[in-house]
């Protein structure tokens, strides 16, 4: 008698075949998943760094314009035109007159001339520092705090500047 030739797999075969493929799976699952946490970590990074140097672009470009002028009466209590800076930390205070305003609305009666201030600010719903841009486009001899401002936010979760 002769016997007839194996026609199939054997459960043992079967088993370790799947095994071995489960293996590769997870490794191959593994591989993704830390390329993508890779991936996000990266992306952060260069989103960071992008609202960085936009902030830095903004400082640079009302810097550049500043100016001081003794055309005023230098007796008033808050001139003008001035450059004050309050060494503060992690974020000092930067108030200074420039000539970047840049009017919005024909017959608006506005000049070029603003007053830029650089501060710190504490978000309340984060309790994290801010760093913000106010500019106050309406120059007087008033107290800062009393004049009409545009606030804008440059960066979020500042450690210092």
């Given at each position: 008698?002769?016997?007839?030739?194996?026609?199939?797999?054997?459960?043992?075969?079967?088993?370790?075949?799947?095994?071995?493929?489960?293996?590769?799976?997870?490794?191959?699952?593994?591989?993704?998943?830390?390329?993508?946490?890779?991936?996000?970590?990266?992306?952060?990074?260069?989103?960071?760094?992008?609202?960085?140097?936009?902030?830095?672009?903004?400082?640079?470009?009302?810097?550049?314009?500043?100016?001081?002028?003794?055309?005023?009466?230098?007796?008033?209590?808050?001139?003008?035109?001035?450059?004050?800076?309050?060494?503060?930390?992690?974020?000092?205070?930067?108030?200074?007159?420039?000539?970047?305003?840049?009017?919005?609305?024909?017959?608006?009666?506005?000049?070029?001339?603003?007053?830029?201030?650089?501060?710190?600010?504490t978000n309340k719903?984060?309790?994290?520092?801010?760093?913000?841009?106010?500019?106050?486009?309406?120059?007087?001899?008033?107290?800062?705090?009393?004049?009409?401002?545009?606030?804008?936010?440059?960066?979020?979760?500042?450690?210092?500047?």
């Amino acid at each position: 008698m002769t016997r007839a030739r194996q026609a199939g797999l054997t459960l043992i075969e079967v088993m370790i075949a799947i095994a071995i493929m489960a293996l590769m799976m997870a490794l191959a699952w593994t591989t993704i998943r830390n390329t993508q946490e890779a991936r996000s970590s990266v992306e952060d990074y260069e989103q960071r760094n992008h609202e960085i140097r936009a902030a830095m672009a903004r400082v640079v470009n009302d810097f550049e314009s500043a100016y001081l002028s003794k055309n005023e009466d230098m007796t008033q209590a808050h001139p003008r035109t001035m450059m004050i800076i309050k060494p503060e930390e992690p974020i000092p205070s930067v108030r200074f007159s420039t000539l970047n305003h840049r009017v919005l609305w024909a017959d608006a009666k506005e000049s070029e001339q603003t007053v830029i201030e650089y501060l710190p600010y504490t978000n309340k719903e984060t309790g994290k520092l801010d760093w913000v841009r106010r500019e106050q486009r309406r120059e007087s001899n008033q107290p800062p705090e009393l004049e009409p401002s545009e606030y804008d936010l440059l960066l979020s979760d500042v450690v210092g500047i």
